[in-house]
């Protein structure tokens, strides 16, 4: 299993399926959790996801991604 292949598995679950919990995330896409544990973590110290809660408890979803819509308003 290479890196790259986890982060796009846990990339793609965590934008359909929302507020779930890293053992939830590992579990649906098939990769042990510290695999997993260390993409999700990846991607929040890169702003492409937010954690909700902490610990056992904390849920990960997705950076909401702008339009742009606001900056083209005057």
């Given at each position: 299993m290479?890196?790259?292949?986890?982060?796009a598995?846990?990339?793609d679950y965590v934008?359909?399926?929302p507020d779930k919990r890293g053992e939830e995330v590992?579990?649906?896409?098939?990769?042990?959790?510290?695999?997993?544990?260390?993409?999700?973590?990846g991607f929040v110290a890169n702003s492409k996801m937010y954690v909700d809660g902490a610990g056992r408890g904390a849920r990960f979803k997705m950076v909401p991604?702008?339009?742009g819509?606001?900056?083209a308003q005057p």
């Open positions: 290479d890196r790259a292949t986890v982060d598995a846990v990339l934008a359909k399926q590992a579990a649906a896409v098939g990769f042990d959790f510290a695999a997993v544990r260390r993409s999700l973590n991604v702008s339009t819509a606001a900056e």
